[in-house]
């Protein structure tokens, strides 16, 4: 989600008042969770659940992997 469509979103300050950060890379994601932390990522970022994943242990695995018949990505990782 882009954080201009957000009713989060301060237009004046240009700033989430939840001040969460929303990277719009993947690589973004993780400079972002290696500096602040998993927790200042938006919910709504495409990449959160890869990094808490990856937070809780899990390795990344290079490109995510999609399912036949399943409209949701999944994460190929190995516990
Ligand atoms: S970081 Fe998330 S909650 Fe904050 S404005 Fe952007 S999309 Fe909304």
Redesign the pocket.
Known sequence: ?R?SD?P??DEGKAL?K?G???PGSRQGAIDVAQQFGPRSI?M?NDHREMIVDVWQGNQIEGKPTRRPHTPTRRWNLEI
């Open positions: 989600m954080c957000c989060r979103f989430c939840d969460k950060l929303n938006c709504m």
